[in-house]
């Protein structure tokens, strides 16, 4: 039993580097990256890949990583209204998710800067809330349905007797380009 196991996912780590090319081509200098307090996989591999990404390029990028309490809206908004309190406003806020990202858009309008003028705000899930932003929310879109839906048919195929097709499963992500970068 030791070797039957499956994980499905999706490209955490090459969305980032999606975004951080992106960034990269919008003149970022400084970037500012919220995280939640409790951090997994997932957003061990989203930050990796910003890292890596940008390390990449031979452009010197300042990089604050800042943590909420929760992750969520409000956790975001005062984590970022601390971080703001003492530090100048980067080039841009990267969200761990997208709920964070609009918390830093949030508490960057709130504060009287436009986005993405004076500060460019970037995501990650590509969630329908992020949609309706003014402005939309540029971002790296997850497929959480089809996550859940090649889980299914693995585990159905495995428990009518058939073998894990891999170990690793990884599904591949999209850049959406929102009005948050220019």
């Not at 400084?30 to 990796?48: E, F, N, Q």
């Not at 309490?69 to 806020?93: C, K, V």
């Not at 986005?115 to 971002?139: C, E, H, R, W």
Request: with cysteine.
């Amino acid at each position: 039993v030791g070797d039957d196991r499956c994980v499905v996912r999706q490209d955490d780590h090459g969305g980032a580097r999606l975004m951080a090319d992106h960034l990269l081509a919008r003149g970022v200098r400084s970037l500012a990256v919220l995280l939640p307090r409790y951090a997994g996989p997932m957003t061990d591999a989203r930050l990796a890949g910003l890292k890596e990404g940008f390390a990449g390029s031979g452009v010197r990028i300042s990089i604050d990583v800042i943590t909420a309490q929760t992750n969520d809206f409000a956790g975001g908004l005062d984590a970022i209204g601390s971080y703001l309190d003492r530090a100048p406003l980067p080039s841009a806020f990267v969200g761990i998710n997208d709920e964070l990202a609009l918390s830093a858009m949030r508490a960057v309008q709130d504060r009287g800067f436009t986005v993405p003028k004076d500060a460019m705000i970037v995501g990650f899930n590509g969630f329908q809330p992020a949609s309706y932003t003014q402005p939309t929310l540029t971002t790296i879109e997850s497929r959480a349905d089809e996550i859940g839906a090649v889980s299914g048919r693995i585990l159905i195929d495995r428990l009518s007797g058939k073998r894990f097709p891999s170990a690793d499963h990884v599904l591949p992500v999209s850049f959406r380009k929102g009005q948050s970068t220019r």
